[in-house]
Nanobody, 123 residues
Framework: QVQLVESGGGLVQAGESLRLSCTAS????????MGWYRQAPGKQRELVAI????????NYADSVKGRFTISRGDAEYTVHLQMDRLKSEDTAVYYC????????????????WGKGTLVTVSS
């Protein structure tokens, strides 16, 4: 079984920064892609950023390009999201996601999701 623990959310003012972290644990052998999604009130969940297994490939939503940076942590199966120059429209619950997870039970193509961490940006 795979567990995801997210941290780093909070309340900040527009223009400030936050750093989200997510650590996966369990009987994991490898993870193809780790990423962050967000869901604002009344809106659908959307991609924020994803990063490949080796960390050499990343993809960002247009709305966060140049402001957010996704990276793999030094600890195994950890991913960070550095969010700079935050805007009020970044307010949302941010979810960590794993895609293409191989565990001791086999390969799972469906994504794993964390419980989410709330980011609130006041203007």
């Amino acid at each position: 079984q795979v567990q995801l623990v997210e941290s780093g959310g909070g309340l900040v003012q527009a223009g400030e920064s936050l750093r989200l972290s997510c650590t996966a644990s369990g009987s994991i052998l490898s993870i193809n892609t780790m990423g962050w999604y967000r869901q604002a009130p009344g809106k659908q969940r959307e991609l924020v950023a994803i990063i490949s297994r080796g960390g050499d490939s990343t993809n960002y939503a247009d709305s966060v390009k140049g402001r957010f940076t996704i990276s793999r942590g030094d600890a195994e199966y950890t991913v960070h999201l550095q969010m700079d120059r935050l805007k009020s429209e970044d307010t949302a619950v941010y979810y960590c996601s794993l895609v293409g997870v191989t565990t001791t039970a086999g390969f799972f193509s469906l994504p794993y999701w964390g419980k989410g961490t709330l980011v609130t940006v006041s203007s």
